[in-house]
């Protein structure tokens, strides 16, 4: 298993719980999310920046 560095722009126009649901979501495509935080927004675009830490297993990366 390695981990992996990943950013994502997530939608702003959801209410919180859909925002933390779609970043998951989102993040789950790249393997399984060990953190992530928001790190900017964009208040003109309605977007969040989200960097995260991913964990993929070898099977995964091959």
């Not at 719980?17 to 003109?44: F, N, S």
């Amino acid at each position: 298993m390695t981990t992996h560095f990943i950013t994502a722009e997530i939608d702003l126009q959801r209410s919180p719980l859909e925002i933390h649901r779609a970043v998951e979501a989102t993040l789950q495509t790249h393997g399984e999310p060990l953190r992530w935080a928001i790190t900017k927004v964009d208040t003109d675009q309605q977007t969040a920046h989200v960097e995260a830490v991913v964990m993929v297993s070898a099977a995964v990366e091959d």
